[in-house]
């Protein structure tokens, strides 16, 4: 046996490669998960359950990366949920449930609601400590980790009829609110022109948090009483500010992307597609429950732009790993490419 080079000390090059992968990694899930949403919402069955395996063979990749580090690299873990991009853990926990709720996997969707619900104050906690001032986008991850517990919630509730599923995520709904109102102020509004892609999540939050709504006034439309009917207009109401809201940011990143052109690939661009899918459900979403035939058109048109936007980074992120076997050393490290700037 070689004394210098045996295969327990010189990595191979997908090893090194695999142990490169940032925490923001997770948004690929939330964008393939929330894309297969979209095209379930729109019909498009074959290329839902196209991305929804995807976006599981994704998933169960991440989380055999998340426990290995987790038991076996205690401190490179805590260094990584310290990051902002950690909260995609939860998020993407959280939309690949919603997924599969749709499909009437319940079981499977309430273990996953279940273990987000577990992980979301440990990463939260964590996350929040290293908060700073001029924050990246990704500082509204600590949104949109709640409100997709508040989604998943309700989508469950109305699934399966259980009344305090809604109660329920009414309280990650508010809270992710009030989180977005505290990233907001911690946001670097430079980002819009400088982001290299998380920037979009400060659209994306709204966008998850107007989906949450539209969920949760869809389980009150299922027959079950859930509220009074003022508690339901102002429900009501505060949704479609939100989809407002969003689509007012969407349409500033969108002319900023044009104004101050970032096409270099990063993994940061999946949280750029994550609020593209978002929006299209959201606004999908919200033409259905509050009966608004005419959203539903732009819904359409919105999901087909997020299809564009994951096949360009797609592309983008096979490039970069090809190049990333060959030489693994010139990957970005974990915490520089989510790390508060």
Same mark, same amino acid.
């Given at each position: 046996?070689?004394? &210098?080079?045996?295969?327990?000390?010189?990595p @191979?090059?997908?090893?090194?490669?695999w /142990?490169?992968?940032? !925490?923001?990694?997770?948004?690929?899930?939330?964008?393939?998960?929330?894309?297969?949403?979209?095209?379930?919402?729109? &019909?498009?069955?074959? $290329?839902?359950?196209?991305?929804?395996?995807?976006?599981?063979?994704?998933?169960?990749t991440?989380?055999?990366?998340?426990?290995?580090?987790?038991?076996?690299?205690?401190?490179?873990? $805590?260094?990584?949920?310290?990051?902002?991009?950690?909260?995609?853990?939860?998020?993407?926990?959280?939309?690949?449930g919603?997924?599969?709720?749709? #499909?009437?996997?319940?079981?499977?969707?309430?273990?996953?609601?279940?273990?987000?619900?577990?992980?979301? !104050?440990?990463?939260?906690?964590?996350?929040?400590?290293?908060?700073?001032?001029? =924050?990246?986008? %990704?500082?509204?991850?600590?949104?949109?980790?709640?409100?997709?517990?508040?989604?998943?919630?309700?989508?469950? @509730?109305?699934v399966?009829?259980?009344?305090? #599923?809604?109660?329920?995520a009414?309280? !990650?709904?508010?809270?992710?609110?009030?989180?977005?109102?505290?990233?907001?102020?911690?946001?670097?509004?430079?980002?819009?022109?400088?982001?290299?892609? +998380?920037?979009?999540?400060?659209?994306?939050?709204?966008?998850? @948090?107007?989906?949450?709504?539209?969920?949760?006034?869809?389980?009150?439309?299922? *027959? =079950?009483?859930?509220?009074?009917?003022? +508690?339901?207009?102002?429900?009501?109401?505060?949704?479609?500010f939100?989809?407002?809201?969003? $689509?007012?940011?969407?349409?500033? #990143?969108?002319?900023?992307?044009?104004?101050?052109?970032?096409?270099?690939?990063?993994?940061?661009?999946?949280?750029?597609?994550f609020?593209?899918?978002?929006?299209?459900?959201?606004?999908?979403?919200?033409?259905? %429950?509050?009966?608004v035939?005419? $959203?539903?058109?732009? &819904?359409?048109?919105?999901?087909?732009?997020?299809?564009?936007?994951?096949?360009?980074?797609?592309? *983008? %992120?096979?490039?970069? /790993?090809?190049a &990333?076997?060959?030489?693994?050393?010139?990957?970005?490290?974990?915490?520089? @490419?989510?790390? !508060?700037?």
């Amino acid at each position: 046996m070689s004394s &210098g080079t045996s295969s327990g000390t010189l990595p @191979s090059p997908q090893r090194a490669w695999w /142990a490169q992968r940032p !925490p923001a990694a997770g948004a690929a899930v939330m964008a393939t998960g929330i894309l297969s949403v979209a095209l379930h919402l729109t &019909g498009h069955e074959v $290329l839902s359950r196209i991305a929804l395996f995807l976006a599981c063979a994704a998933w169960v990749t991440l989380a055999a990366n998340f426990v290995y580090l987790l038991l076996a690299e205690r401190p490179q873990w $805590l260094t990584r949920a310290g990051t902002p991009g950690a909260l995609t853990a939860v998020a993407a926990t959280t939309v690949l449930g919603t997924r599969l709720s749709l #499909l009437g996997w319940t079981t499977l969707a309430a273990a996953l609601l279940a273990l987000a619900t577990l992980l979301w !104050p440990v990463l939260l906690l964590l996350v929040v400590r290293h908060w700073g001032r001029r =924050m990246p986008g %990704a500082v509204f991850l600590g949104c949109v980790a709640t409100e997709g517990l508040a989604v998943l919630g309700a989508t469950l @509730s109305a699934v399966t009829s259980t009344p305090w #599923l809604a109660h329920a995520a009414l309280v !990650p709904f508010w809270l992710g609110i009030v989180l977005y109102l505290i990233a907001l102020f911690r946001f670097d509004l430079r980002q819009v022109a400088r982001g290299s892609g +998380d920037h979009w999540v400060a659209g994306g939050a709204l966008a998850i @948090s107007a989906l949450a709504g539209a969920k949760l006034l869809a389980a009150a439309g299922t *027959g =079950m009483y859930l509220w009074n009917s003022d +508690d339901g207009a102002v429900l009501h109401d505060v949704t479609v500010f939100l989809l407002i809201l969003d $689509l007012a940011w969407y349409v500033v #990143l969108l002319v900023a992307e044009f104004v101050w052109p970032r096409v270099r690939y990063d993994v940061r661009r999946w949280s750029t597609v994550f609020p593209l899918g978002m929006t299209a459900a959201a606004t999908l979403s919200v033409s259905a %429950a509050i009966d608004v035939a005419w $959203l539903d058109a732009p &819904g359409r048109v919105l999901m087909w732009i997020a299809v564009a936007g994951w096949l360009a980074v797609a592309a *983008g %992120a096979v490039a970069q /790993a090809r190049a &990333g076997l060959r030489s693994p050393g010139t990957g970005t490290s974990a915490v520089t @490419s989510t790390a !508060p700037r």
